[in-house]
C-alpha cells in the first residue's frame, strides 16, 4: 500500500527510525560498491516549481539507485507557464502513467493538495513555510552516524526560523527522537506561533547555543523577507553568525550544520563551514540514502535493501 510523506510532525516514532535504519542499510549497500539494490521499479516524476539544486541531484541519485525510471518537471517549462492549474497538471501526469511525485512548492500544502488529485505517494521535498521532511531525515542521520543517538540532546536552531521550512520539520524529527529544541534569532525572523512548535525561543545567540550539542544555522531566505525585518546583513551577521568566538557558547565537541546553500560569511563563517566540527558534506550525502528509503516506504516496497 502507498503512502505519502508529507510533513515530520505527522509521522510516529517508529516510523522515523524504520526510515533511518533503511537509509543507514542503503548507505552501507551502495558503499560496498553495489550500484543497485533489488527493488521494484516504478515511474518518478520529480516536479520542482522552485529552484533546487542539492533536493533535486540527491532524489535523481537515489531514483538512479533504485533502478527507477524518472523524469524531471518543472513550472516555467510546462503548461503552467500557459496559464494550466495545479489540479489539471497533477491530472495529467496520473494518466501520463507516473506511478509516483517528488513535490517542491513555493506555496504551503501543495503537497497534500497534489495527494487529492494523484493516484500515487506523493513525497514533500519542500513546500513554502512547511516542512522539508526528507532535509531532517537526512540531518538525524547524520547526527546519528557521529554521536550514536539523538536521545537528550540540546539542537540549537539558528537564524531566519520564521521562513524555514527546514527549522519545522527538524524541530519536529528532533523533538520525536527524544532531543531538547531550541530556535535561536531575531524577534523580527521568529514565528509569531512558536508555542505550536516543539522548542523554546531564544533572542540572544551565546544563551541560545550554551552547552548545545548541534548548532544547526539557517539560511536567510531574503527571497521570502518582506522589507524592515532585517535592519542589515551585517548586522545580522555580527549578532548571529556561527563563528569559533560564538560556538565557545556550545558543548566541546558540538557539531556544526547548514542545510544550505551557504552564504558564507553571512550565516556562518569558513573556518567553522569548512572545519573538523561542521557536517554539512555528510548531510549533503546522506540526503540520497534518507531519499532512497523514503521513496521505497512510500511505495510501500518493504524495508531491507537486497543486492541487485
Request: hydrophobic share 40%; net charge neutral; glycine share 10%.
Amino acid at each position: 500500500m502507498s503512502r505519502n510523506l508529507v510533513a515530520i510532525r505527522h509521522l510516529e516514532e517508529k516510523t522515523i527510525t524504520d526510515l533511518l535504519g533503511m537509509a543507514a542499510s542503503y548507505k552501507e549497500v551502495i558503499d560496498s560498491g553495489e550500484r543497485k539494490v533489488d527493488v521494484p521499479t516504478h515511474s518518478l516524476g520529480l516536479l520542482f516549481f522552485e529552484n533546487s539544486t542539492r533536493t533535486r541531484v540527491s532524489f535523481e541519485m537515489a531514483a538512479n539507485y533504485l533502478g527507477y525510471d524518472f523524469v524531471n518537471f518543472s513550472g516555467s517549462g510546462s503548461s503552467m507557464s500557459k496559464g494550466e492549474s495545479l489540479k489539471d497538471t497533477l491530472l495529467t501526469l496520473r494518466y501520463e502513467r507516473l506511478e509516483g511525485l517528488v513535490m517542491r512548492h513555493r506555496s504551503s500544502g501543495a503537497p497534500a493538495l497534489a495527494g487529492q488529485y494523484f493516484d500515487g505517494p506523493i513525497i514533500n521535498a519542500g513546500d513554502g513555510q512547511h516542512e522539508h521532511p526528507t532535509q531532517a531525515l537526512g540531518d538525524a542521520l547524520t547526527i546519528l552516524e557521529r554521536r550514536g543517538d539523538i536521545q537528550g540532546m540540546k539542537i540549537a536552531i539558528v537564524g531566519d526560523v520564521q521562513h524555514s521550512r527546514v527549522a519545522r520539520s527538524n524541530a519536529w524529527i528532533m523533538h520525536k527522537l527524544g532531543a531538547e529544541v531550541r530556535f535561536v534569532g531575531p524577534r523580527t525572523l521568529m514565528p509569531s506561533n512558536t508555542s505550536m512548535m516543539p522548542g523554546s525561543v531564544y533572542y540572544d545567540l551565546l544563551s541560545g547555543i550554551e552547552g548545545a550539542d548541534v548548532v544547526m544555522t539557517l539560511r536567510l531566505q531574503k527571497e521570502r523577507m518582506t522589507d524592515g525585518l532585517l535592519s542589515s546583513i551585517g548586522e545580522y551577521a555580527r549578532l548571529y553568525q556561527i563563528n569559533e568566538r560564538a560556538l565557545k557558547a556550545a558543548a566541546k565537541d558540538a557539531l556544526v550544520m547548514h542545510p544550505g546553500p551557504l552564504n558564507r560569511g553571512v550565516e556562518i563563517d569558513d573556518e567553522v563551514a569548512d572545519g573538523p566540527r561542521s557536517c554539512i558534506t555528510d548531510q549533503i550525502t546522506n540526503r540520497i540514502f534518507v531519499n532512497m528509503a523514503s521513496l521505497v516506504w512510500a511505495f510501500g516496497d518493504g524495508g531491507k535493501p537486497k543486492l541487485a
